[in-house]
């Protein structure tokens, strides 16, 4: 986590990066899970910046999950939106406590993704969802990125949205990929 520890500031600077459009994207994807007064779990939500967002949008409680002290001293004070610190492998919350779980190009840096996965299922109510938005590592800039990642002492553990699918089918979580934009893909699934 070395890296997200010193590079916190530039994340709080760029984070907030959805356009009004990919917001409203977003937040049609968690809807079906998350009405008003619901709880989202943003795993690896770094500083807050979309969890803040979602929370007004979908007038739910997002609680932002982070291992990076640095990251979550940047979530915003205000209602709706709260900081944990803890790894998605070890989520500190009790079972079937959220209606859903969103992983924001955080899933690659996940050292243990058989362990997450395990968790949002416990975490997650049953016929709750999860949304993961990644990147696919076929194209030959991506490939790129995942050396430069792993030079960064990071995971670069990404999936191509079949093995996302298959991945996530063998934790009990049936969903589908699709293409968002550029080398970019959601899963949206739910928690059989």
Known sequence: ?????????????L???WSPESLDQI????????GPDGRLLDVGGGTGALARRLARELR???VVLDPTPEMLAYVPDEPGVSALLGLAEEIPLEDSSVDAVLVSDAFHHFRDQRGAVREF??????GGGVVVLELD?????????VAV???????????????????MAEHGIEGRCEPV?????RFTGTLR
């Open 27 to 34: 937040a049609g994807w968690l809807r079906p899970y998350v």
């Open 60 to 62: 739910a409680d997002v």
């Open 121 to 126: 299922a416990r975490v997650v109510r049953p």
């Open 181 to 185: 934009k550029g080398p970019a893909y």
């Open 1 to 13: 986590m070395g890296f997200f520890n010193w590079a916190a500031p530039a994340f709080n600077r």
């Open 137 to 145: 590592p076929r194209p030959w800039y991506m490939r790129v990125i």
């Open 15 to 17: 984070a907030d990066r």
């Open 149 to 167: 990642e792993k030079l960064l002492g990071e995971p670069g553990a990404f999936f191509t949205p079949d093995g996302m699918c298959a991945f």
